[in-house]
C-alpha cells in the first residue's frame, strides 16, 4: 500500500489568536531599516527614479536563489554591467548589446536568459510604459479570467517573444503549475505593501491584502513549527493554507508575517 504522506499538526483559532502577539512583536523588531543592508530589496533602495526601482528589484527578486550574499553579489554585478542604469539600459538594448552578458551566471541564469528577460522587459515597456502598467494589465485580466494572478503574469510576460528559447521561462514561476512564486510575491511585497521601513512600495494596482506570503524553506519550516502549515509539500496550495491562517492574524496585510 501506498504510504500517507505526513501531515503536520496545525493550529486551533484559539491557539491562533494567542500566537498574534508573539508574532507582531517579531514582525515589529524585524522590519527595520536594518534589515534592507543584507536583503535584495536593497536594490530598490539603491535608485530614486521608480523605473529603475522596479526593474532592478524585478531582477534582485528572480535572482533570489541560494544564499544572500551571493545573490546580493550577483545582482550587483549585473546592475554594473548596465551601468547602474537599468532602466535606460533596457530601454536602449539591441542585439549588438549580448555581450556586456558575456561571462555572466548565477545558478542556472546565463547570458541567454539575462538577454531574453532584457528583450521582453523592454517590449513591456514600449507597450505598457512602465513596468506596473503591464501588472495592472495582469491583475486586471486574472480577476476577469478567475484566474491567479502570478499564472496571467507568467503568461502575459512570456506571451511578446514566442522565439525566446523555453529554458529562460523556468526563471519565472507559474503558480498554475503549483509552484508557491516565492520569488515573485517577494517582489510584489516589495512593491504593494507601503509605509513599511524596509518596502518601498512603488505600486498601487492591488491592495497589500491581496498578497501571498513569499513561501521558501525557512519560512515553512517555521509556519510547520507552529502549526500555521500542515502540508509537508512547499508548493502553492501550502502557500494557501498558509495564507488563511495570515490573514486570520491580519487580513489587511498577512505578508508582514513574512519578517516573522
Not at 546592475?79 to 549588438?96: G, T
Request: with cysteine; net charge positive; glycine share 2%.
Amino acid at each position: 500500500m501506498p504510504r500517507k504522506r505526513k501531515k503536520f499538526k496545525t493550529i486551533t483559532r484559539k491557539k491562533l489568536q494567542q500566537l498574534k502577539p508573539f508574532l507582531d512583536d517579531l514582525v515589529s523588531k524585524i522590519e527595520q531599516p536594518d534589515y534592507i543592508n543584507d536583503d535584495p530589496v536593497q536594490f530598490m533602495h539603491a535608485f530614486e527614479d521608480k523605473a529603475d526601482q522596479e526593474l532592478a528589484g524585478f531582477f534582485a527578486a528572480t535572482m533570489a536563489w541560494g544564499r544572500r550574499d551571493i545573490v546580493n553579489a550577483k545582482v550587483e554585478d549585473l546592475l554594473q554591467r548596465m551601468d547602474n542604469k537599468p532602466a535606460e539600459f533596457i530601454k536602449n538594448y539591441s542585439e549588438s548589446d549580448f555581450s556586456v552578458f558575456d561571462g555572466f551566471k548565477h545558478r542556472t541564469f546565463k547570458p541567454i536568459d539575462m538577454h531574453w528577460l532584457t528583450i521582453i522587459l523592454q517590449t513591456i515597456l514600449l507597450k505598457f510604459g512602465d513596468f506596473e502598467h503591464f501588472w495592472k494589465h495582469c491583475y486586471d485580466s486574472a480577476k476577469y479570467q478567475n484566474r491567479e494572478l502570478i499564472a496571467v503574469f507568467h503568461d502575459q510576460f512570456f506571451s511578446f517573444h514566442p522565439e525566446m528559447p523555453l529554458r529562460t521561462r523556468k526563471h519565472v514561476s507559474n503558480t498554475e503549475k503549483n509552484s508557491s512564486a516565492k520569488r515573485l510575491y517577494m517582489y510584489l511585497r516589495w512593491c504593494i505593501r507601503k509605509d513599511s521601513p524596509v518596502d518601498p512600495g512603488t505600486m498601487s494596482f492591488m491592495d497589500p491584502s491581496e498578497l501571498k506570503i513569499p513561501l521558501d524553506v525557512h519560512v515553512a519550516r517555521q509556519a510547520r513549527k507552529l502549526g500555521l502549515l500542515s502540508r509537508k509539500q512547499n508548493d502553492w496550495k501550502s502557500v494557501l493554507e498558509l495564507d488563511a491562517r495570515l490573514k486570520f492574524l491580519d487580513p489587511e496585510d498577512p505578508a508582514k508575517y513574512d519578517f516573522a
